[in-house]
């Protein structure tokens, strides 16, 4: 996630972790908000991050099942 406004962790940032990634090989989901600063001004942009999030962590961090669970816990 990248914020063009962003004076903190400034856009370059981005861009060069983004270069890195393309020449590693590593595909890289990106979701840029054009008109954001270090946080959220807008709701939309705010819900389109915690969307995006979601479905990150649900395709590479999925929940354990019930079973994994209690093998662990044994």
Known sequence: MARKKDGRAPYSQFYLLKKAAKQATIAMQRLIFEDEGHG???AQNEASWYETLG???VRHN??????QRLARAR
Request: negative net charge; glycine residues 0%; hydrophobic residues 40%.
């Open 40 to 42: 959220f001004s807008e």
């Open 55 to 57: 479905a990150f962590l």
């Open 62 to 67: 999925p929940a354990d099942k019930p079973s």
